[in-house]
């Protein structure tokens, strides 16, 4: 009799967080299509197959419900960028293994529509703030980690490990702006083929010591 109650509270547990990953879904699929003013919580909640008052339990506002959508919208893209850079391997190879990914995520359609939301409630809000530290503190922390090590063994060359990331970053991100607004198109893999070794070409002509190359 008493082994069923932890049971139950086991399914209660998953049956809960299974509810809250589907309202995660139809929230992240409303926004990107409609925007975050446009997008209602009685919406989500009928498309989520749930009523308000259950929305309301699981995010107390409309607010908190988008940041819940942009910081695992964050965690997703991490999960797919974040490349245990291998120190002791080629330093172009490694750099492209991580940038290829970066790039296919960074310049796609769903990646732009999360974005805009972000840039939309900018001004009013530190959720853009949250979104970006997140970004922030998983995947470039171990790129300035990476470049650190490669200065100690002499491949790149005595220079602010930050200001490096900052550079390679620059490169990586430098249009994605013409994408936010729309004045050019998702990336196709050709062009993100080309652009990668484009920025490995820029970055190491820059910083890599002319023994290691």
Not at 71 to 84: C, I, M, N, S, Y
Not at 117 to 143: C, N, P
Request: hydrophobic share 40%; with cysteine.
């Amino acid at each position: 009799m008493h082994d069923d109650v932890p049971r139950k509270s086991q399914r209660a547990t998953r049956k809960g967080r299974e509810r809250r990953d589907k309202i995660l879904e139809v929230a992240s699929e409303v926004f990107r299509e409609n925007g975050f003013e446009a997008t209602s919580m009685s919406q989500i909640a009928a498309l989520a197959g749930g009523s308000k008052g259950t929305l309301y339990n699981y995010f107390p506002s409309k607010e908190d419900l988008l940041l819940a959508v942009l910081l695992t919208g964050a965690q997703d893209f991490t999960e797919q960028v974040l490349t245990k850079l291998d120190c002791e391997g080629d330093i172009r190879e490694e750099l492209k293994r991580f940038l290829l990914p970066m790039l296919r995520n960074l310049y796609s359609k769903q990646t732009a529509q999360l974005l805009r939301i972000v840039v939309s409630v900018g001004g009013h809000s530190d959720i853009g703030k949250r979104f970006m530290e997140m970004l922030d503190d998983q995947i470039w922390d171990g790129v300035q980690c990476f470049f650190a090590h490669h200065i100690e063994r002499g491949t790149l060359r005595k220079l602010d490990p930050a200001l490096m990331v900052e550079h390679f970053r620059c490169l990586s991100e430098g249009e994605i702006v013409l994408l936010l607004m729309g004045a050019m198109e998702p990336w196709s893999e050709e062009h993100i083929q080309s652009e990668t070794e484009h920025i490995l070409d820029m970055f190491l002509h820059v910083y890599q010591n002319d023994t290691a190359n």
